[in-house]
């Protein structure tokens, strides 16, 4: 069994008033991850995602490949897993 972990995103570029959120709830949700996605007041979308490496590294190549969605820049660190944590939330 792959090791579960939880990253936290911020993302850069054209990724508000795009779809960004909606796209990443929908892509999460069908990957089985857990966690949520929100606007940031400077023009940023803040991600906690929890589940394998290679599911996490799926949603982000998704949402890169996504258009009219246009990443520039991210930030993500590994954070700790929310063992109880259920299903992935779109917030704001």
Known sequence: MEKILRKHFIFYGRVQGVGFRYRAYS???????????????????EMEVQGTEEE????????????????????????????????FRMLN
């Open 27 to 45: 892509a999460a949700i069908k990957l089985g991850l857990s966690g949520f996605v929100s606007n940031l007041y400077n023009g940023t979308v």
């Open 56 to 87: 996490i590294n799926r949603l982000v190549v998704t949402l890169d490949q996504t258009k009219p969605i246009r990443i520039e820049g991210i930030d993500s660190e590994e954070i700790p897993v929310k063992h109880k944590e259920k299903g």
